[in-house]
């Protein structure tokens, strides 16, 4: 819905730092074909907590066992977060929020308005 959609950047910010390895990213950025101006933020849980507490992202993870003869082995896991989708403005700062559910034409046309300031 952008003239040239490459044009914007996207950063991703990870609300599973243990989960979100190198390789599991790599294969995530394959799957849905995300193109150079995407950005994957990955690390340890301590240098992400203070880009969640600025973006008021708080990712909780539900560990629960497959059955009781191998938990110790294998656990499945799901990651709850919010999905706050952030625009921000050439300086960086986060000028408009959307959140669930995410209206794409609604997103575009943000994009369009405050790329063109």
Do not use: C
């Not at 914007?8 to 390789?23: K, L, Q």
């Not at 193109?35 to 849980?45: A, L, Q, R």
């Not at 709850?80 to 575009?108: M, Q």
């Amino acid at each position: 819905m952008l003239e040239d959609p490459k044009e914007v950047r996207v950063i991703v910010v990870s609300v599973d730092p243990e989960g979100d390895t190198e390789d599991s990213v790599q294969k995530y950025i394959s799957k849905w074909s995300l193109g150079d101006n995407w950005s994957y933020v990955t690390g340890p849980e301590e240098l992400l907590q203070p880009i969640w507490e600025s973006y008021f992202v708080n990712p909780q993870l539900d560990h629960s066992v497959k059955n009781t003869l191998n938990n110790s082995f294998s656990m499945k896991y799901r990651v709850t977060h919010t999905s706050p989708v952030y625009i921000l403005d050439r300086l960086g700062k986060a000028k408009i929020l959307h959140t669930n559910p995410i209206d794409p034409k609604s997103l575009a046309g943000d994009i369009k308005i405050l790329g063109n300031k």
